[in-house]
């Protein structure tokens, strides 16, 4: 049997990021995947295909508390979920790494200061191609290096409304994406980016960012279709000895020194939870009995600001944020609110798959005329909001929003906001339990092995070879997109592991102009 230094399980954003780092380290490197590389082929950019008929998410079933089914929004390739995200790239607050008052209660500190975590945040937008412009944000964090690259430019119709809400006294910035619009980059900024398949292959996700250029070493090999059932511990349970797969239909198991899971928040808990043994009753690493509890997804709503006179001509909408209720509301409000980010633009056969009862033709001039946004906020770590395993294995969720009150005024907020922008139709639609594409901290990290499952470089306070690198780490959920987050710990991780100091950036990517595209 052939046994390996270090086995990842999960080839998403951390995973990925981690082989990536430790391409060259000497190591042999074992990533296991349970899909396959997703194909390039029409569908990518078909919305019918993507959104209605679900082509990309698996045949899955997980369960709500109270029994029901739900298709849940994660999709099994290499490179994980960011196959499909919609590259949005932020850093977390300087806030967001200290304990933070929320009308819900309080958002707990990392045991890592934002300060500490920097340097990674740059080497992260460097490794993903970051586009943004610092200096309009006014919640951004302190910068030791510029953006790699230039911002994404807004189109005319997107410049317009940025304009509107300037005079409003409100700050649009531009929202960081991993695009390749580098010289000779890839990017076409289409109408299929946001929540579809990349088919030119130029969105900065962990399979074109992380895992290919880490395949490119000779100490790392990639084992698809590879369905890890368990990892078993010698006989102290101190240390894990085999991971046991399941492939084309066949059982077999693997040695490593060392072993990473990095499947996803859900899924690295469950995996967790299936290797329970007579060392391990209540499941591996969770001494504490934390594994699988503080559940977050955020509170997420999608809206379209509709204005019936005039056609949005957009292509690539998704360049613009406001952060101006991040930290407090309007009218003296003082606790957080959240983000707004501008969508990929909607199109009527994506929008069927949620509104099946409208005729297509109403959803096509809605779309026509709309301006599509994102809204999030932050939702707070309850213990009771947790990850199980029911018959047969299978994953269930129970969960129940928090925070709410919060959410719900940067809702009226944001369409206040966009009335006084020219938009007097605002259209909402809460995201569900499905909607699960930001889930984090079934595993949370921290110094105390009473009050969490890792400790600050993800190694198991339970197992001295196991780690856990993905956002299942997250000790709370910010009110931003988690990747480059992800990204940046799993680059720290690979430092420590490495024995190195802490990063520093030595040198940027020369940048030119997103307009030379």
């Not at 895992?211 to 990892?231: K, Y």
């Not at 009335?419 to 259209?427: D, E, H, K, T, Y």
Request: charged share 25%; proline share 8%; net charge neutral.
């Amino acid at each position: 049997m052939k046994a390996y230094d270090l086995v990842i399980i999960g080839t998403g954003m951390g995973g990925g990021t981690l082989a990536y780092a430790l391409r060259d380290s000497g190591r042999k490197i074992l990533l296991l995947e349970r899909g396959d590389y997703l194909p390039s082929e029409p569908e990518n950019w078909d919305p019918q295909a993507v959104f209605a008929r679900t082509r990309y998410k698996p045949k899955e079933q997980w369960f709500d508390d109270s029994g029901r089914p739900f298709s849940p929004g994660v999709h099994y390739f290499v490179g994980g979920n960011t196959k499909v995200y919609g590259a949005a790239l932020p850093r977390f607050r300087k806030e967001d790494f200290a304990a933070l008052e929320h009308v819900g209660g309080v958002s707990p500190a990392w045991p890592w200061t934002y300060e500490e975590f920097e340097p990674y945040y740059c080497r992260a937008e460097q490794m993903l191609f970051v586009h943004g412009e610092p200096g309009t944000d006014p919640t951004e964090p302190p910068r030791s290096a510029p953006f790699p690259f230039p911002a994404v430019p807004h189109e005319p119709y997107i410049e317009d409304l940025r304009t509107r809400l300037e005079r409003q006294g409100l700050h649009p910035f531009f929202l960081p994406l991993g695009i390749d619009l580098r010289q000779e980059g890839k990017c076409i900024r289409c109408k299929t980016c946001d929540g579809f398949p990349c088919k030119v292959n130029a969105k900065a996700d962990a399979d074109i960012s992380c895992v290919r250029p880490a395949l490119a070493s000779d100490n790392v090999e990639l084992m698809t279709r590879a369905l890890v059932r368990r990892l078993i511990t010698d006989p102290s349970g101190k240390r894990v000895s085999e991971v046991e797969i399941e492939r084309d239909g066949e059982s077999r198991r693997i040695s490593a020194d060392t072993f990473v899971v990095a499947c996803g928040a859900v899924n690295s808990a469950a995996l967790l939870l299936r290797s329970a043994s007579s060392l391990h009753p209540n499941g591996l690493a969770n001494s504490s009995g934390l594994v699988g509890r503080h559940y977050m997804v955020h509170n997420n709503t999608a809206l379209m600001a509709v204005d019936p006179f005039r056609i949005n001509p957009t292509t690539f909408q998704k360049t613009m944020a406001v952060n101006d209720f991040y930290f407090r509301g309007e009218e003296g409000y003082r606790f957080p609110l959240g983000n707004l980010q501008l969508l990929g633009k909607l199109q009527a056969g994506m929008l069927t798959a949620n509104q099946r009862w409208v005729p297509k033709p109403i959803l096509r001039e809605f779309a026509g005329r709309s301006v599509d946004w994102w809204i999030m906020s932050e939702d707070l770590p309850d213990p009771e909001n947790r990850i199980f395993l029911g018959p047969g294995g299978r994953i269930e969720v129970r969960f129940r929003s928090n925070n709410v009150s919060a959410h719900e005024r940067l809702i009226k907020a944001a369409g206040r906001m966009l009335r006084r922008a020219g938009f007097p139709i605002v259209l909402t639609q809460r995201m569900g339990i499905e909607t699960n594409s930001h889930q984090c901290g079934t595993a949370g990290f921290g110094t105390d092995p009473a009050k969490s499952v890792l400790d600050p470089f993800c190694r198991s306070h339970d197992v001295t070879n196991l780690l856990v690198v993905d956002s299942a780490f997250f000790p709370s959920s910010a009110a931003v997109n988690p990747a480059l987050t992800i990204a940046a710990q799993a680059l720290r991780v690979a430092d420590h592991l490495l024995g190195c100091r802490p990063a520093t950036v030595t040198k940027v990517p020369e940048a030119e102009t997103a307009d030379q595209k």
